[in-house]
């Protein structure tokens, strides 16, 4: 049957053209679509790190000056990280509460803000994204992240950190597979490309990767230790990052605990009166980043553009299989059976559409090699396979061949189906 179907497809290759072309554009302006939105629902499914189930995020709040529960004597910084301690003891007491800790800083996993650093291990520069804790104070516990190289997140919380220590992720050890262990090893930092001025960081523990943002696959991420902390960090920003214990519910936490906070959250100039989830919190940031709008636009456009290419590629067939009506008669009155019509029809669309999915996609992968392989340009990327060029470029070329040919199939089944079924008198009676 393959080469009547090839015989055929020659013999109406003239025909053809024009559904060949419209094929390859289809499958160009296929890709085009289905790439970024691909990539956008691959990093949303990759682990953060740590488990956001359960996790509360409650912003610290200062009375204003002009206030008249105002207290001077308590705005400055050894009050107010006393003040802080305290509403941390009472949060950790709260019912339902597994642990608690305080976040003075813009730049942690999930926030808005953000830092970055190139370090150096030898001659390999390492771009990274930095978060900050205050050690003793229960940051890894709470976040809960997955430990590596031995030590628990207990001991991570607890060791005396000197300045310039680091915690670092374990997805280090992708490009530095030969070094073994990180704990003890020393990277370093030159601010101005000159020996004098390069810092050594010490690295004290690992966890396993952490990604800052749900939509991003994540940096390096490198947790640096705050020894002295002022006043202004904590209530300018300051919040405290809550775990709720396994079997606790969250909305039936909050309606609780927002009532008790309202009366019983507060030491000094600090106060407590916002409290949400940190799933409303990652949220938040991804809709304010544009990536929620430039997701849901990327899938409208995705159903539109399906469903427009349905329809088109789907009519084009159909009236293609329906003017083979007297072609499909004679193969009948030769006794063809109409299984074997149908699938010799569906044959021909399915080779007519492999070939121009071909085609467009040969044409894509010029695009891609022009603009596409940014991996190559010197850049430290996380080791997934979705960062592969190759590797990349074939699992969508594939899901654009499986769009492209479901959609040509069905266009051809139905009324293939219809005309190998009819009797060859009436298929044959304007001959």
């Not at 992720?169 to 101005?192: C, E, H, M, W």
């Not at 991420?221 to 519910?249: A, H, M, T, Y």
């Not at 340009?377 to 190759?390: A, C, E, K, T």
């Amino acid at each position: 049957m393959l080469k009547l179907i090839l015989k055929n497809l020659w013999a109406r290759r003239v025909r053809n053209a024009w559904l060949l072309a419209e094929l390859i554009l289809v499958t160009v302006l296929t890709w085009y679509i289905t790439d970024p939105l691909f990539v956008l629902s691959y990093n949303q499914t990759l682990p953060l790190g740590y488990e956001p189930d359960g996790l509360l995020i409650a912003p610290i709040r200062s009375l204003p000056s002009t206030a008249p529960d105002y207290n001077k004597e308590e705005a400055d910084s050894l009050h107010t990280m006393e003040n802080m301690h305290r509403m941390l003891r009472k949060l950790r007491d709260y019912p339902g509460v597994q642990n608690a800790a305080p976040l003075v800083t813009f730049a942690f996993p999930g926030s808005g803000g953000s830092s970055y650093n190139t370090y150096a291990y030898d001659t390999l520069a390492i771009p990274a994204s930095i978060s900050y804790f205050i050690p003793h104070t229960g940051f890894f516990e709470t976040f809960g992240f997955k430990t590596f190289e031995g030590k628990t997140l207990g001991e991570l919380d607890n060791m005396d950190y000197q300045r310039n220590d680091l915690v670092v992720s374990a997805d280090l050890l992708q490009i530095l597979p030969k070094v073994g262990r990180l704990t003890g090893k020393r990277l370093f930092y030159n601010s101005d490309d000159d020996e004098k001025d390069t810092t050594f960081f010490q690295i004290k523990g690992v966890v396993e990767k952490v990604r800052s943002r749900n939509y991003e696959q994540g940096m390096y991420s490198f947790f640096e230790p705050q020894l002295n902390v002022r006043s202004k960090e904590v209530w300018n920003g300051g919040s405290f990052l809550i775990r709720l214990q396994p079997d606790v519910s969250e909305q039936r936490f909050l309606h609780d605990f927002r009532t008790w906070a309202y009366s019983n959250l507060k030491a000094g100039n600090l106060y407590i009166r916002e409290v949400s989830t940190y799933k409303e919190q990652l949220d938040y940031l991804e809709y304010g980043s544009g990536v929620t709008n430039k997701y849901r636009m990327n899938i409208i456009l995705a159903v539109f553009f399906l469903i427009n290419l349905a329809l088109g590629v789907t009519g084009a067939f159909w009236l293609q299989t329906r003017s083979r009506r007297e072609e499909v008669g004679i193969m009948l009155s030769y006794g063809a059976a109409p299984g074997n019509i149908c699938r010799l029809l569906m044959g021909e669309a399915a080779i007519l559409a492999s070939f121009a999915w071909l085609v467009g996609c040969l044409i894509y992968l010029q695009y891609g090699l022009a603009e596409g392989n940014w991996y190559e340009q010197g850049y430290v990327v996380p080791s997934l396979w979705i960062n592969n060029f190759w590797l990349h470029y074939i699992v969508v070329s594939l899901i654009v061949y499986i769009i492209i040919i479901v959609v040509v199939l069905l266009g051809v089944f139905i009324p293939a189906y219809k005309i190998s079924r009819i009797p060859p008198t009436e298929a044959l009676r304007d001959e």
